[in-house]
């Protein structure tokens, strides 16, 4: 994306960011949990450079972008020393240039994906990487058909595959819930990519407590309930 919508107006940016803040505070006492247990990664899709910078004034440190493309062409033009997200399906050939930005990948579902980000790590590249590589696996955990990630049964063997992967390291899971105008809806599914959590990091596949990438915008203060490490937030504080 290499033209961008004007800059949110900082005011209502300010209001907006503030009240979700204040949801996932709500949603931690609710759950006997400390607000500093979840990371608020703002999603920034189709959001022009200066709101980067505009968040990062405010407090947040981590954005998230779903493509490669438009990441690439925003991240030169912010100041904000900010980690870069990729919440969005990453694909192997992409995976060099995705690397030269982001410092964790939410979307990981497939073996080759895994080798290929762990062959271009251990080649050096990019120096400024983290090592090793967070990657949290994406969970299909609502067995939808137009959904990215890997079914249930399949997540403590994939999780083992890390074992043989010098540059990468399993952080945790990640999820999409159906989408519904009741946040309550999305409880069971969030409520199942936490216990396949538990179990793996029982297996020694993640760590403990593992992390838990789950809910957006219309559904984050359930996730948080459910156990959320980090949300994945980007409606709720633009618009």
């Known amino acids: 994306m290499d033209e961008f919508p004007p800059p949110a107006d900082p005011v209502r940016l300010r209001a907006r960011l503030e009240t979700v803040r204040a949801r996932i505070e709500a949603a931690c006492r609710r759950a006997g949990r400390s607000g500093a247990d979840v990371t608020l990664v703002a999603v920034t899709k189709n959001r022009p450079p200066a709101d980067v910078d505009a968040l990062h004034a405010l407090g947040v440190a981590d954005v998230g972008e779903n493509r490669i493309r438009e990441a690439l062409a925003k991240a030169p033009r912010t100041s904000a020393p900010v980690r870069w997200h990729l919440v969005g399906s990453l694909q192997r050939n992409k995976a060099r240039k995705a690397l030269s930005l982001f410092s964790a990948f939410h979307s990981a579902d497939s073996p080759e994906l ?91 596949l993640l760590p403990d407590p593992p992390g838990l990438s789950m809910g957006m915008s219309g559904d984050f203060e359930v996730a948080v309930e459910e156990g959320a490490t980090v949300v994945r937030v980007g409606t709720a504080v633009f618009e």
């Open 114 to 204: 895994l080798e290929a980000l762990d062959r271009i790590l251990g080649e050096g590249e990019p120096p400024r990487a983290p090592s090793p590589f967070p990657v949290l696996v994406q969970v299909n955990v609502s067995g939808e058909e137009t959904k990215h990630g890997l079914a249930g049964d399949d997540v403590l063997p994939f999780l083992e595959r890390f074992a043989s992967l010098r540059n990468l390291r399993a952080a945790g899971l990640m999820t999409m819930a159906p989408y519904s105008d009741d946040p309550g809806d999305a409880r069971p599914h969030f409520a199942r990519l936490a216990a396949l959590a538990r179990d793996a990091a029982r297996h020694g």
